[in-house]
């Protein structure tokens, strides 16, 4: 998988909030978890350098893609789109049933900085049983990993990728939560 550049590649990311379910043929999905509990569905794929993430209740859907992806990504039901380069906070409510946050900061670290925050990260994601996708670009290792967790009403997910090129570290913090 080639790359962009390191400018272009953090500009090209960005997240898109949809209110309906995406389909996993559009992307290069590379691990799945699934979790059912107390009346809402939850699911996330993660992929090389992005994932996505969906929440449905009582008939609602949300959906929270992280990509750099530019061509074939559906632009039907699109809530929201948000840039990811910097610190951005979004908040959306789907008909005052689940409501939707989170948190995107991206960083560009120099090579060592980088190498101990992929180790940190990737030891993280193993202890906590993640899903986590490695592969390497060519200037080294890049990992995306999702760590979920589940609690009555909500769901909390926490995504870091880390791209060697260019020394690129996403991290998302994503609340999914129903309102009773």
Known sequence: ???????????????LLYRRALHPE??????????????YDFEAWV???GHAMRFQFEGLCATELIT???????????????????ER????????AVRYMTTVQTEQLPESL????????VDFGRESRALIHEWDDEDGR??????????????????????AQGGL????????????
């Open 47 to 49: 992929m090389p350098g």
């Open 114 to 121: 980088y190498i101990a925050t992929y180790d940190e990260l």
């Open 26 to 39: 559009l992307f290069q999905v590379k691990g799945r978890r699934v979790v059912e509990h107390d009346g």
């Open 1 to 15: 998988m080639n790359l962009p550049t390191k400018s272009a590649s953090l500009q090209a990311y960005r997240l």
């Open 89 to 96: 906070d979004h908040e959306h409510s789907f008909a005052d």
């Open 142 to 163: 890049c990992a995306s990993i999702i760590d979920v967790q589940r609690f009555r009403r909500e769901v909390h997910a926490q995504t870091y990728h880390l791209l």
């Open 68 to 86: 750099e992806q530019e061509t074939g990504i559906p632009d039907r039901g699109v809530v929201s789109t948000i840039p990811c380069a910097g």
């Open 169 to 180: 570290v996403l991290r998302t913090q994503s609340i999914f939560e129903h309102r009773e």
